[in-house]
């Protein structure tokens, strides 16, 4: 059974930074690419980026391209978030997905067929 668990949310203050993990067990981690969606009080869950399991490749969506990097290492089975220039729209809980497809193909929550249970980053002076 996957196993994700997602680290190093908190408070920060607008055009601080943050770096989240995303800790994998139970699967093969380098056949999975992982993703990282957030959900703000009353919205839909969003996707924010996502990262290929074969060469790497990340993908951004447009709100966050440019401010957050993603990284895996697959020696740790741990996929990063690096965040910076946060603003407080990007306060939402965090969230990480596996799912052995590819990046390309897997934009939206239903997409992702294994889920941890989220980190709250809340960006607020």
């Known amino acids: 059974q996957v196993q994700l668990v997602e680290s190093g949310g908190g408070l920060v203050q607008p055009g601080g930074r943050l770096r989240l993990s995303c800790a994998a067990s139970r699967f093969t981690f380098g056949y999975y690419a992982i993703g990282w969606f957030r959900q703000a009080p009353g919205k839909e869950r969003e996707w924010v980026s996502c990262?290929?399991?074969?060469?790497?490749?990340?993908y951004y969506a447009d709100s966050v391209k440019g401010r957050f990097t993603i990284s895996r290492d697959n020696a740790k089975s741990t996929v990063y978030l690096q965040m910076k220039s946060l603003k407080p729209e990007d306060t939402a809980v965090y969230y990480c997905?596996?799912?052995?497809?590819?990046?390309?193909?897997?934009?939206?929550?239903?997409?992702?067929?294994?889920w941890g249970q989220g980190t709250q980053v809340t960006v607020s002076s």
């Open positions: 990262i290929s399991s074969s060469d790497g490749s990340t």
């Open positions: 997905a596996a799912d052995p497809g590819l990046c390309p193909s897997l934009l939206r929550s239903a997409d992702f067929a294994s």
